[in-house]
């Protein structure tokens, strides 16, 4: 049985208003909304939203599938309007916090309420922070908005602490992301209910970030080009071809709606070598994104090794990845934006090279004993959200630009302002 916030999913037929002149319309229209929303909920909760149907929404509802047109045009505008019901009523949690002061007790309370609340719904949270990227850049949109209510509720809080007023915006939102992830892998690795355990230790880190003494310029950089797409598929093994040709039309097309006929000729293959090496799309995508994964790491780890300590070797392992979305824009574009709308087991990926890179925060421990143990997870996501905006604004070669702010953001928890401000500032030979 799948609690969701519009009751029970066994018990939602059974709230169906009886027929009569003492109902108003706007009351039946409303329940019946509030029944789609939940069997929304509980179906995509256990099958994915892309596997979920109009026909199962409209019998676990007890709503004709008239009815549902009548409220909404198809299933995605059903979850973009469930996405709007369950994150107003959010916000208003995160801002009230009524009972603390403003500062940092508000929002320590904050982060404890909202852990509480997904964790008393997991189905509903899941829906929200998962399976909404699976509608394109509308879920995109969404997510987007509620997570500009979070940055500008932590910017009016943190402006309220001594030592922590005129933290950048852009800091505060890389924080809400590094959040966001914690979330997130809770939630689709059915974990929910650890959540509110993590409250204090995810305040924590969030409080730990003074601003930076000045501000974290870009670097200079010299002028430096990828080679062609096409000089790069020349030198490709057939597989490789496929995998670069789909990671090109997925960032012009999205996921959806690329076809295997598309890759292919993009390719300047068959869709016989395509078949003989992957599934599906949704295999060939997930390759894609491994393949990816591996080569940015093949570029990032030995950058990491050869510095001679582990505060440069986070800068240079910065350095190193932004290089590789100069080198190679299309797998950066697919493992920036576009993994989120292929579902779960992208995101998985995702979290799996993620948890590789948060490995090499282990020094930072040995520096600093006291640091929050989510630190290095939240900072994983953090810095991916600093990546995931940079290149929807501006594209993977623009990347270079966050290595300052990607080096404070990791090694500030660690060292403290003043030292991590000075090793995200240094000038690298590479740009």
């Known amino acids: 049985m799948v609690q969701t916030p519009w009751g029970n ?3 939602l037929r059974s709230r169906k208003m009886r027929p009569g002149r003492g109902n108003r319309p706007e009351d039946s229209d409303r329940s019946q909304r509030e029944r789609l929303f939940g069997a929304l909920v509980a179906i995509s909760s256990e099958r994915g939203y892309e596997a979920t149907r109009i026909a199962d929404l409209v019998k676990l509802a007890g709503v004709s599938r008239a009815a549902f047109y009548e409220h909404f045009a198809d299933k995605q505008e059903c979850l973009l309007a469930a996405m709007d019901a369950l994150v107003a009523p959010s916000i208003e949690v995160i801002e009230k916090a009524e009972d603390a002061p403003s500062g940092e007790a508000r929002l320590r309370q904050a982060v404890r309420a909202f852990l509480e609340l997904i964790a008393a719904q997991p189905a509903a949270s899941k829906m929200c922070f998962v399976e909404v990227y699976a509608v394109g850049q509308e879920g995109e949109a969404a997510i987007g908005r509620a997570v500009d209510a979070f940055e500008r509720f932590g910017v009016s809080q943190l402006e309220q602490i001594p030592d922590r007023e005129g933290i950048p915006p852009q800091m505060v939102r890389a924080i809400v992301g590094g959040i966001q992830k914690v979330i997130s892998k809770r939630l689709y690795s059915d974990e929910a209910e ?13 409080l730990s970030y003074p601003p930076p003494p000045s501000p974290l310029e870009a670097p200079r950089r010299r002028g430096r080009k990828p080679r062609p797409f096409a000089e790069r598929q020349a030198i490709a093994h057939p597989p490789e071809r496929v995998l670069r040709a789909l990671a090109a039309t997925v960032a012009e097309k999205g996921y959806q709606a690329t076809t295997v006929a598309e890759v292919v000729e993009r390719a300047g293959t068959s869709q016989r070598v395509f078949y003989g090496h992957f599934a599906n799309k949704e295999e060939a995508f997930l390759a894609a994104l491994d393949s990816g994964s591996a080569q940015m790491l093949g570029t990032v780890l030995p950058a990491f090794r050869r510095a001679n300590s582990w505060a440069e070797s986070v800068r240079a392992a910065y350095e190193a990845m932004f290089a590789f979305g100069i080198e190679e824009p299309e797998y950066t574009q697919l493992g920036a934006v576009e993994m989120y709308t292929a579902g779960k087991r992208a995101l998985q990926t995702r979290d799996t ?6 490995a090499l925060l282990i020094p930072g421990y040995e520096e ?3 640091t929050p143990a989510i630190a290095a997870e939240a900072i994983g996501g953090a810095i991916y959200a600093l990546i995931y905006d940079q290149v929807k604004s501006k594209g993977p070669a623009s990347l270079p630009e966050l290595a ?3 080096t ?4 500030a928890p660690f060292l403290g302002a003043e030292e991590a401000y000075e090793r995200s500032v ?6």
């Not at 650890?194 to 969030?206: H, N, R, S, V």
């Not at 404070?408 to 090694?411: A, Q, R």
Request: hydrophobic letters at 50%; glycine letters at 2%.
């Open 408 to 411: 404070y953001m990791t090694l």
């Open 353 to 358: 090279v993620m948890e590789g890179l948060e």
């Open 9 to 11: 999913a066994e018990d």
């Open 194 to 206: 650890a959540l509110p355990a993590l409250a204090d230790e995810i305040a924590d880190w969030a």
């Open 368 to 370: 600093a004993s006291d």
């Open 426 to 431: 240094e000038e690298s030979d590479k740009w």
């Open 404 to 406: 300052p702010l990607a």
